[in-house]
Every structure is written in C-alpha cells, then in structure tokens.
C-alpha cells in the first residue's frame, strides 16, 4: 500500500514542526510522536528531520531510533539525520546499524551518509567495520569526495593503520589542511615522529596553510623526537601570523620546550600566556624536572596550589621525579606522605612509588626503598626494581644487590643483560662458582652475551616524557 506523505506546507505539518523546534519535555516528544504517526508525518524528510533534532536536544535518541525502523523505505535525508545524531552521541554500533538498515532496504547512502558513519567507526576503533564501508564507498563511486576521503584518512589513522592511512592520501587528487593534519596525527599517535615531521614539511612545499591542530600535532612530534630547531621554527611561524598563543597551543610550546632542554624558553611562553589549565603548569613542572632543576619544579608546584589550580596525578609523579634528580629527600616524602592521607584527592599510583622508589636509592636509603617495595598495595615493576638495584650498587649492599638482581631475572627470564650482571656481581663477591653457574644457566636457555648492550636500569624519568 502507498503512503500518502502530507504536504509540509500544511497548517498540521506547520504545527507539528513549531512543537517540535520549541519542545523541552520528554513527554511532548512521546505525544508529538504519536501525532507524527497517526498523521503520517515520520515520512516527510524535513518532519522528520526536526524530530530527530528535538529528540537529540532532550538525550532521546533511542526515540527517534525506534521512529525509523518503523519507516519501510526511509528517505537517505532522514538517515543521514540519524546517523550524524548517533555518530556525536559517542554511542557504538548504532550508525552502522542503520547505515545497513538503509542497504537492506535499497537506499542508496549518498556523500553526506559517509562522513558520519565513518566518524562513529573511527572513535571506537571498528576496522573491519571501516574497511566494509571503504568498499562500498569505492563501489558507489564517491571516493573522490575529499570529506569521504578524510573520514577514511582518520578511519585508518584511529585503528593505526598507517599504511593503509597513507594509501589513502596518496590515492587524493586533492588534499586540504585536515588531509595533511590527520595525516601527521596519524603518524605521531603510533610514535613515528620522523614520518609525521616529514609530511608537516611536504604540506609546506604544497602550500597548505596549516592550522592550529597542524601545529600542535607537530609540536607534539617535535617533543617526543626532540627535533628542536623544528620546534623553534613553528613558534617563529605562529608568531609571524600572529596567532594569539592560546592554552592548548602555548602547552604545546611549552611541553615541545621542557621536552627539548629549553625549558628557559618554555618559561617565557608560560608568563606570556593570559589563560592557563592544570595542563599548562605540568608541562613547566614536567620541563624542569626533566632539567633537573628539582629546587625550581618544587617552587613551581607550590605556585601552581597557590594560584588555584589542583595538581593531578601527572603533576605529582613529575614533582616527585624532579626531587629524586636533586635529592630532596624531605621534600618528597612530605608530598608523597601527603597523597597518602588524600590531600590531592587521589591515593598514589605505581608512578609514585617508583618515584619515591627511585628518590630513596638515590639517595642511598636503601632500606626505606626496600621497605616501600614491600608495603605498596602493588606488584613491583622492573623499574621499581632497576631503582633499588642501581642504589644497591652505588652502596655496594652486594647481599641486597643479589636479591634484586635475582627479582628482575624473575621478570624477564630471557634477558641476558641481567645473567651478565648478576655474573659480574658475584664476580665482584670472589663468588666464583656462582659466576660459573650463572654462565651455565645462560647456557641451558641458549642466550649469548651481546657485545653491542649492557645492563642499564630502567629509569622513572621515562614517565616525564610520555
């Protein structure tokens, strides 16, 4: 049987669609709903446009969601209306399900269907998913739409597939700055910060202006491959634009600084800026602790609980790592103490410890290291272990050193960087049968003596530079 869709221009459609504009109660969306039904207006497309869109307002899109599926053949207008809806509600599988609901009922899903439903496979990571839409998209011939094509650069990009990310772009007759953009995010999001350096300098060389998520994206890669004339050229860049150093891109210079070995330079970006977040400060406290500067990263902390902001767990594990590199033992037991009893709102996490662990074999207060190895609520890691071992040989507690060297061989029984050690250490004692024995353990598991490493311990300062 035909459906007879009401004109929009009726006073009934008029009506219904002032309701819906000016609805705000969920009961007057489920009373306009049934009119909708009864008069036969869930088929218009702009009628049902507005309810989708009064439905979204009010948190109730399982409402519009049971509307469609009792349209037999739905318009792709409407379609698209639902998928774009769920696709921001961060809700999963749901624009899939109707873009599949619109296959099986022949509609034929247009450029406007793509970007959104591909939106919603990107934020959850769904590449098989992605990959089917791709080739429909290849099959209905709208791969040539430079926003289908984006959405499927950062489909790929988000399931960190970069080979594929770059087949894509490669693939572009035509590429903008949120080609180029996603591209680098890509390519720093899976730590190939070279690849994402090079393509921010080719989007140069192709005169694609880059804009403020180009620039921290590549700030972000200059900080982690400590390209630092690369950083310094894009600061020189925002200020020949004149572009005002916001908090999100004065972090980024900030952090790309400290991360450098300028955090000098990273200071004078932080009392430049008007706006500030917890973000902000960290990037200062980080940058100075990885200058070892633990004196000046305390000064700071304290500034920042002054100024109003609260410190989070990053903050600490950057303040306590900055006194571990300058010895202040009191210090960082008076903070780390106060996390304990809930003065940041947050008990400390592995971080912490192995920081504290860390500060207290630097120290040489083996014992207190020891004695937080065995009371944390955790499993030591290999870095918790690293610490009191390197503090151990600096003592020369060869006893203690043994223990420890044993605990890492547990971790990684197939590391031959720690029989070496452990053989050197008894070597050290005059142990010699226990050197003889350790060799022929390294024997028994078929592992050789690398010539190229040797053992170094884990460092906690590596979590400043994540």
């Known amino acids: ?84 809806a769920f696709s921001h509600s961060q809700i999963p599988h749901i624009p899939y399900s109707i873009y599949t609901h619109m296959l099986r009922n022949s509609v034929l899903p247009n450029n406007y269907t793509f970007p959104f439903v591909l939106k919603s496979s990107s934020d959850f990571m769904e590449f098989k998913q992605g990959q089917a839409i791709h080739t429909h998209v290849v099959k209905v011939g709208h791969f040539n739409d430079i926003y289908v094509q984006n959405s499927l650069l950062n489909l790929y990009a988000s399931c960190h597939d970069m080979d594929r990310c770059r087949k894509v772009f490669d693939e572009m007759t035509q590429r903008d700055v949120v080609s180029w953009t996603v591209l680098i995010m890509g390519y ?23 804009n403020r998520v180009t620039m921290v994206n590549a700030l972000a890669a200059c900080a982690s491959f400590g390209a630092a004339e690369m950083g310094v050229w894009i600061h020189d860049s925002i ?57 000046e990263a305390v000064l700071w902390f304290n500034k920042m609980k002054q100024e109003g902001f609260k410190p989070d767990e990053v903050t600490l594990v950057s303040v306590l790592c900055a006194c571990g590199h300058s010895g202040l033992v009191d210090v960082g037991q008076e903070i780390f103490s106060s996390m304990i009893h809930g003065k940041y709102g947050f008990s400390p996490g592995k971080n912490h410890y192995a920081c504290m662990i860390d500060l207290f074999a630097r120290a040489g207060y083996i014992e207190n290291a020891f004695k937080l190895i065995n009371e944390m609520p955790f499993e030591p890691t290999k ?23 044993k605990k890492l061989l547990e971790l990684e029984p197939d590391n031959s960087a720690y029989y070496i050690m452990l053989s050197n250490l008894y070597a050290e004692m005059g142990r010699w049968s226990d050197v003889e024995r350790v060799r022929e353990s390294m024997k028994g598991r078929g592992l050789k003596k690398d010539l190229g490493s040797s053992y170094v311990e884990p460092e906690p300062q590596e979590l400043l530079a994540q």
Not at 195 to 202: G, K, M, V, Y
Not at 265 to 278: I, Y
């Open 188 to 210: 720093r999001s899976v730590k190939m910060y070279d690849d994402a350096l090079i393509s921010f300098e080719q989007m140069q060389y192709a005169g694609v202006e880059p």
């Open 1 to 84: 049987m035909r459906v007879t869709i009401p004109q929009l221009n009726s006073p009934a459609a008029e009506r219904i669609i002032y309701f819906l504009t000016t609805c705000s109660s969920p009961s007057h969306i489920h009373q306009i709903q049934a009119q909708l039904i009864l008069q036969n207006f869930h088929h218009n497309t702009t009628v049902a446009s507005h309810f989708i869109t009064a439905c979204q307002s009010l948190n109730l899109l399982n409402t519009a969601h049971l509307l469609f599926h009792q349209l037999h053949v739905p318009h792709v207008f409407a379609c698209n209306s639902l998928i774009k």
């Open 239 to 295: 200020r020949r634009k004149g572009w005002k150093v916001d908090v999100i891109l004065g972090t980024a210079l900030i952090d790309m600084y400290g991360k450098c070995g300028r955090i000098e330079q990273g200071l004078n970006v932080f009392q430049g800026m008007k706006e500030k977040n917890v973000f902000t400060w960290n990037a200062v406290i980080k940058g100075l602790a990885l200058a070892k500067s633990g004196h």
């Open 383 to 405: 870095t918790m272990w690293g610490s009191l071992l390197a503090g151990c040989r600096d003592q020369r507690s060869f006893e203690l050193s043994e223990f420890v060297a």
